[in-house]
């Protein structure tokens, strides 16, 4: 901090030179006792004053005289005294030192004279050095660099003196190196209070608390004039304290004065240790508070984005931003480099409310690519070749009020992808390649209702709706309600026929699995929804098992190919089935197929004989059991029976594999069926089904060599409506579901085909097809709201297929 010190033998003058010497300042002399101390302060700010210095001291004994001012030295003066002590009359300047802190003055031209008091003077002047690291140090004891009091030699008035060299110690006495203030303050506060009086550094006054502690490293000097003050213990006056303190307030800069606190509390050479260690601690804490109001520093800017507080423009990146302030509310993402948003990719802008992301190349924006933006207003996506969007993709944006798709390429949008825009108010979707089909009808019904304001739509595809508005599309012109068959359930066994039935509000099944020898009851559990196993009849070559329910009593049919038939009666008392009677042998030698049905409230059943021997007889229950009622005919090789009661007409067809089907008609007189013709467009019907469409009467005859044939009764005869190729086909059925009507037709060498009356052909369209390895028969059974299909089969499992229906525009 001393820049030079050095010390004349010959007048005992010892010039002290404070600060670098950055430019000529103004020195002070002091002369107390034989000693004469000339300071030189290098860069101190000096100002023409008429007063700084008020004279505190009365006139004494001893006077010192100055060209321009005198001022009388009084013994008895306090340890406050001042720097230069007399009235001033030249310049005021800005001291810094270690324990000179303020403003003083200096004469134009001092001139001092001896002191001869200077030793008792100097012994109770402030035991505070000026010069800690130079050669006059080294060679006094007492404070300011004097030799011993009471031996003051004649020194005669000296002229000013120049900026000295690099200070050197004498001969002999080895220079101390130089100390930072940090490092110094550390020593002190390690010392105890005695050592650091021994050292010369003494004590300060408990009286003069922080405000005594002032820097001198502020910007300005202290102005003089009104400022005038006197020198206290340690550095400036309380009231010169507030006055700076008031001056870098009025200046702006209220770290000024914090900072001078600070520093002053760290430049005192008084005082306990621990005292210097709370003062420190202070300044450091305040110095903390000011730095501690300066507002956060803006993340940067990404390369790619130019940004202000609150808005981003983004050009050429390659993915979303994530280093944006999180302030902004306003992003532009334009000519993107990656084609994807992905889920929650604006997650991090929370405050975000307009959006822009026009002009990229996107192709597809995951589920919840806004989610967590529950501010945002505004979302335009336009010009990207974005196809189809997700079901979620604007999830979470209930403020959204303003959403523009417009120019991508999108054909359909998902149901209900505008639900969670609550508030929408505008929505443009223009420019893309809407194709008018299913999936935009309930846009059309979304349209009819909504408050949103949508500019015009047109249909690109397909080619009857090509160039329309969409909001003037006609509901009843899409249909796209839809149904489909799909496997429910795989029953681990061949069969080669099935018959539901209700029994006691239970739904059951029985099946005939010659291969098993038995006929097997499932039944349909409501629970678990399925069918599982409830009985078994034994049956060693069963073709038919024909349930019936006569007076609320259960009865089997079961006709076998060898063995005879039987019928069984299930008995709830031990709940199982027992045997009841056996089938006329002669009549019934080579069963094919079984038909149970009620006429004039009489139960009956027909069974087909396909042998050359045996014919199709009619059995009718009485009281206790079925008699024979009817021989229909013999010797035709009978396949298959089909009942039908229309017009109030009970009629059996019987069709044959050697001849056409004939067509019996009942009589009420004879209590018999009466043939009434054949159905000679087909030669040969390996079965014979029928159904009605409006007030229409249709024959569908299965061939197993040729197509089948659907035929149209006329009131006197059948005409044919539709062949149905059908090689190998030995079974085929229509039935009703919920309004639709099927037709199932099997084969042995390929898939069975699944076809859907058409209404306004009148004819049957190809439906689907099902995997069922040579079916024996189909079956439809309601169970609950379950619709189910069953398909025999003679080589592999029985299969149960559920109907469902499908809605294309969801």
Known sequence: MFQNSTRSQSNSVTNISLFPQRHTGTFCSLALGNKRTQMHIHGAYDTPMNSCLEDVSPKGQDRYTGTQSTWTHNAEMPAAGRLCPFPCRGRCVRVHSHAIIGCTCIPRTPALTTDPLG??????????????????????????????????????????????????????????????????????????????????????????????????????????????????????????????????????????SLLAVSMAGLRARRGSGLRLLALSTLGFCLMLQVSAKRPPKTPPCPPSCSCTRDTAFCVDSKAVPRNLPSEVISLTLVNAAFSEIQDGAFSHLPLLQFLLLNSNKFTLIGDNAFTGLSHLQYLFIENNDIWALSKFTFRGLKSLTHLSLANNNLQTLPRDIFRPLDILSDLDLRGNSLNCDCKVKWLVEWLVHTNTTVAPIYCASPPRFQEHKVQDLPLREFDCITTDFVLYQTLPFPAVSAEPFLYSSDLYLALAQPGASACTVL???????????????????????????????????????????????WDPNTTRFTKLQDIDPQRVRKPNDLEAFRI????????????????????????????????????????????????????????????????????????QFVAQGEVTQVPDAQAVKHFRAGRDSYLCLSRYIGDSKILRWEGTRFSEVQALPSRGSLAMQPFLVGGRRYLALGSDFSFTQIYQWDEGRQKFVRFQELAVQAPRAFCYMPAGDAQLLLAPSFKGQTLVYRHIVVDLSA
């Open 600 to 671: 004039d409230g009489d139960w009956y059943f027909a069974v087909a004989d396909s042998s050359k021997a045996g014919a199709t007889s009619l059995y009718r229950w009485h009281q206790n059991g079925f008699y024979s009622h009817q021989a229909l005919h013999a010797w035709h090789r009978d396949t298959d029976l089909e009942f039908v009661d229309g017009e109030g007409k009970p009629r059996l067809i019987v069709s044959s594999s050697s001849q056409a089907p004939v067509i019996y008609q009942w009589s009420r007189t004879q209590k």
């Open 119 to 256: 030793a008792r003077h100097a012994s109770r002047w402030p035991q505070r050095p000026l010069v800690a690291h130079t050669a006059a140090r080294a060679a006094t004891t007492s404070s300011f660099g004097y030799s011993q009091p009471g031996t003051p030699p004649a020194v005669p008035p000296s002229p000013l003196p120049a900026p000295l060299g690099p200070a050197r110690a004498p001969a002999g006495v080895r220079a101390r190196p130089r100390r930072s203030a940090l490092a110094r303050l550390r020593a002190r506060a390690a010392l105890p209070a005695g050592s650091r009086e021994r050292a010369g550094e003494g004590t300060e006054p408990a009286a003069e608390g922080w405000r005594t502690r002032l820097s001198a490293a502020g910007s300005r000097a202290p102005s003089c004039g009104s400022g005038c003050w006197r020198r206290w213990p340690g550095g400036a006056s309380p009231r010169w304290v507030a006055e700076r303190r008031g001056e870098g307030a009025a200046a702006g800069d209220p770290r000024e």
């Open 523 to 569: 039944k349909w559990d409501y629970v678990e929804r399925q069918l599982r196993d409830y009985d078994r009849i034994p049956a060693p070559s069963a073709v038919h098992c024909k349930p019936m329910v006569v007076d609320s009593q259960l009865y089997v049919v079961v006709a076998q190919l060898f063995g005879g038939s039987y019928i069984y009666h």
